[in-house]
Each structure stands twice: as structure tokens, then as C-alpha cells.
């Protein structure tokens, strides 16, 4: 396996990262997940833009502009010959020694960038059974908007879905739903799609950003606006959405089964909308 360390393509066992590296040390870093069908990046823009976004939320400088880096992470996914896959990708602000929390002024950092590209495929049973998810309060901080890389709250709430057999934590800040551990959260309500307001409570899926245009355009109407969790509970129809998990239905959240326990016709629409958006960026969807 070929691996990405700054602008070298190396073998994943030559590829070596040094211990004082604040990616390392205090997880100050970002990262983003691209996903490739067809040997196509999907969605590859708005990755990318979210990952400088990211980057100068916290005043980290990207060692690469935006084209150079494309053509990295391309040439990666060839190398590693990505059909239907994931790119993951990181920039740490790099090496400080001594260990300091303070970010040096005088004396700029170099960026270190990292990605991994692996084949996987599509889990179309899992998009058609969906499953369980638990709710669980949110702990993160108060920039989830940012896709840092340090990531306790959302493994710890992770965690605890799988150790109870759930796909997924949905979280919410006293009564209010906020989004996933690691996807966002919808629910369907009378015909209507909800989904928390793109704000700094959440991160802005790439996914949930092309699902609330495709609903548009397919004529399900969206509201971007708080709900609670008795809102989710009393839903007709729950998704969750990440690049990876694309539409997944929620079937039973804690104890309560939601509708019929099986994907609605909501659900099913929206994530064909979705494939429609794949399709007409990256090819059609064929069986691998
Ligand atoms: N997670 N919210 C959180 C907290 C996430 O970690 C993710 C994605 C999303 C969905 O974002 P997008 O649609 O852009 O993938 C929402 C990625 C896939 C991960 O950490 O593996």
C-alpha cells in the first residue's frame, strides 16, 4: 500500500512521523474522508475548500495550495489502484520541539500532510436495513464545525453505540439534537426532512449539504432548524448521512422503534436522489 507523506508517495512501511509532531502531541490537527467511485473523487471540491476552511478556523497554513494538493491525493488513489474507496487525509501543524502549547510566531511551523487511500465498497445492505442507533448527550466542544482531528468526545460516544450493537450515537446538547458522532442526523415528519441548522454545533456534512440540494430538486421540502429528542423519537422516518455511510436509515433509536422499523419511502427517495448526484458526477453505479 502506497501512503501520502507531504509530497512524497512512499510505501505505507517507509512512511514515518516524529513524536513531537502537534498532531501527535495535542491532536492539533485537520482531516477530511473523500470517497471515490469509479475511480472518481466525488464531491472533491467541497472536501477540499471545507479542509482549508478548517485549516484557517485555526489558523494552520496548508503547506500545498488547493490544485497541488488535488493532484497529490490523485496520484495516490491511482497508485493504489481506488475503484470504489476512501481517501483519508490530515495536516498537522507539524514538528515543535520543545512541546509547547503556544504556537510559535516568530518561527512558522511546516504542515504535515498525510493520507491513506483503501478500497471499499459500497455497503448497499446496510443502505437498504439501516439500523440502531442510542442517543447520548453531546460533551464535544463548541467548534464542531471544524473537522479536527482530535476527536475524543466522538469516540467515546462511538464507542458506546457499539458496545450497545447501535451503528451509531446520536447526540444532543440538553434536549436539542445535534448530529452524530461521526455523520449527520436527519429526521421526516410529516413529508418534511429536518436536520440541525448548519451552525457551530455541528460539522456541515459534504453529504448533508448535496442531500438537502437533491431533496430540494426533488421536491421534499427541508427545514434547517433545531429539533429535540422527542421530535426524533416521534419521527416517521430517521437517516443518518456521512461520506461513507451516504443514506443510512434508523430503524430503532434506544428502545423505540421509528415508524414501521423498516427504511420509508422518504428515506428510499432521498438516497436515490443521492446516487443520482454520484452518478452524474462520477458514473453510473455498477456492482463491483
Ligand atoms: N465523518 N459529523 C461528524 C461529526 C463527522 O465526523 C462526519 C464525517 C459528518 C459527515 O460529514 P461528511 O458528509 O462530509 O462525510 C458529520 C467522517 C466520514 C469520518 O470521520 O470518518
Known amino acids: 500500500m502506497k501512503v501520502l507523506i507531504n509530497d512524497k508517495i512512499v510505501d505505507r512501511e517507509e512512511a514515518s512521523i516524529d513524536i513531537e509532531d502537534r498532531g501527535y502531541q495535542f491532536g492539533d490537527g485537520v482531516y477530511e474522508v473523500v470517497r471515490l467511485y469509479n475511480g472518481q473523487f ?6 477540499i475548500d471545507r ?16 490544485d497541488i494538493l488535488k493532484n497529490l491525493l490523485k496520484q495516490l488513489a491511482s497508485e493504489n489502484n481506488i475503484h470504489t474507496g476512501n481517501v483519508y487525509l490530515q495536516v498537522t501543524r507539524g514538528i515543535q520541539i520543545p512541546r509547547n502549547h503556544v504556537i510559535p510566531d516568530d518561527l512558522p511551523l511546516e504542515g ?16 437498504v436495513t439501516g439500523g440502531k ?17 482530535s476527536l475524543l468526545g466522538n469516540i467515546m460516544s462511538k ?12 447526540l ?30 455541528i460539522l456541515n456534512g459534504i453529504t448533508r449539504q448535496v442531500i438537502i440540494k437533491a431533496a430540494g430538486k426533488g421536491g421534499i421540502p427541508v427545514r434547517e432548524a433545531n429539533f429535540t429528542v422527542s421530535d426524533l423519537l416521534a419521527a416517521d422516518e430517521v437517516f443518518i448521512s456521512s461520506t461513507t455511510l451516504e443514506v443510512t436509515p434508523i430503524t430503532t433509536v434506544d428502545d423505540t422503534v421509528i415508524g414501521t422499523g423498516l427504511r420509508g419511502p422518504v428515506t428510499q427517495k432521498v438516497h436515490e436522489l443521492f446516487e443520482a ?5 462520477c458514473g453510473e453505479l455498477l456492482p463491483v
Open 159 to 170: 464507542n458506546k453505540a457499539h458496545r450497545e450493537g447501535a451503528l451509531e450515537a446520536i
Open 112 to 127: 504535515v500532510l498525510t493520507a491513506t487511500a483503501r478500497e471499499v465498497p459500497r455497503n448497499e445492505a446496510l443502505f
Open 133 to 149: 442507533a442510542i442517543t447520548d448527550e453531546d460533551v464535544r466542544w463548541l467548534r464542531c464545525d471544524i473537522k479536527s482531528i
Open 277 to 281: 448526484e454520484i452518478v452524474a458526477e
Open 172 to 201: 444532543h446538547r440538553g434536549d436539542t439534537i445535534t448530529e452524530c458522532s461521526a455523520s449527520n442526523v436527519f429526521i421526516i415528519k410529516d413529508g418534511v426532512l429536518w436536520t440541525h441548522s448548519a451552525d457551530n454545533l
Open 51 to 66: 479542509l482549508y476552511a478548517s485549516a484557517a478556523k485555526i489558523d494552520l497554513v496548508i503547506p500545498y495550495p488547493k
Open 42 to 47: 466525488f464531491t472533491f471540491d467541497e472536501h
